[in-house]
């Protein structure tokens, strides 16, 4: 008899629901995969909500952008029943069923074999917020931003939490943007410097503060940090959550130098995700862990937490036990 298991189906377009299915055998050069974690990221809530063009396949679809898991069945070189493994990205529930499915299929372009004692719940606490940060990071180091000033803005979501903890650990002093002040405190216990207020912009070219920034939320927030970048800084930008319009002065890139290097963790490379995973489970210990997560929910949950993300009410990072 075939195994059944759980799986959250959206039928439409901010449509969805948990659903039985049944295990099919798996498909030439994919890998089976029986789902322990997968994470809630604002990405998902736009995808689960409909509130976002996040999905790009057919309905039925199961979304999650995150899994960890352990291996059932491979039809896929280099993996075998067993393997512990971590896809974060990828276009896994984009283009690909998600990990909101207690077992699901994944082509194994993007997935990561967990080889250095990383356990599948603390490799989906990290998820793609975690890698999205370490990225952020490496784009900074390779810039020559290795010690200084470096600004996080939207650090009470997952990216900015993570930037926090990351560059403090290494030694950076950390300035945390954040609007929402009941979180100050445990930003600041992250590490931060110093905590202030949602950064607006104000003119063209503005006191030089930061040697680097890492850039979580785009919009007016982007705008205004280029213009308080010191010479030849850089900075290193993930996310749209205040907006995907830039509206920016040439000055900060011709007067100062300044970098705006994009961030994609989705299509990372694999090299650069091996050395960021390598250094995640160093910089953060389980420990740690608690101090990022939220909550941890089952299946049937997905769906509140991400219209809470959506209103701006569920911030931080969500851990999805697929278990429950």
């Not at 896994?92 to 993007?110: A, K, M, N, T, W």
């Not at 990216?159 to 290494?170: H, N, P, T, W, Y």
């Amino acid at each position: 008899m075939p195994q059944s298991y759980k799986s959250l189906v959206l039928t439409g377009s901010g449509i969805c629901a948990v659903e039985s299915r049944d295990q099919s055998v798996v498909k030439k050069g994919m890998v089976m995969i029986s789902v322990e974690y997968s994470g809630v990221n604002y990405k998902d809530a736009l995808a689960v909500t409909g509130t976002g063009k996040v999905v790009r396949a057919a309905y039925p679809f199961v979304p999650g952008i995150d899994l960890s898991g352990t291996v059932i069945n491979s039809d896929a070189d280099g993996y075998r029943s067993g393997d512990q493994v971590v896809l974060t990205g990828g276009r896994l529930g984009e283009l690909y069923h998600g990990g909101y499915s207690q077992i699901q299929e994944v082509h194994p372009d993007f997935l990561i074999k967990l080889d250095h004692g990383l356990s599948t719940r603390k490799a989906m606490v990290i998820g793609t917020a975690g890698m999205t940060a370490i990225l952020s990071l490496m784009a900074l180091e390779a810039h020559g931003i290795h010690h200084g000033t470096v600004l996080v803005t939207g650090a009470s979501g997952a990216v900015g939490m993570f930037a926090v903890k990351i560059l403090s650990e290494l030694g950076y002093t950390v300035i945390a943007s954040c609007a929402s002040s009941h979180l100050w405190n445990k930003i600041s216990n992250l590490g931060a410097s110093e905590v202030i207020d949602r950064i607006l912009p104000t003119r063209p070219l503005d006191h030089a503060l930061y040697d680097g920034v890492v850039d979580t939320v785009g919009g007016m927030a982007l705008s205004a940090v280029l213009a308080q970048v010191k010479r030849h800084g850089c900075v290193a930008a993930s996310g749209n959550v205040a907006g995907a319009e830039l509206n920016a002065s040439v000055y900060p890139f011709i007067l100062r130098g300044v970098t705006l290097a994009g961030i994609d963790s989705n299509t990372a490379l694999i090299k650069d995700r091996l050395t960021g995973w390598k250094r995640l489970d160093t910089l953060i210990s389980e420990s740690d862990l608690q101090q990022f997560l939220m909550a941890t929910i089952a299946l049937e949950d997905i769906e509140s937490v991400c219209q809470a993300k959506i209103r701006g009410k569920a911030p931080g990072n969500f851990l999805v036990d697929l278990s429950r």
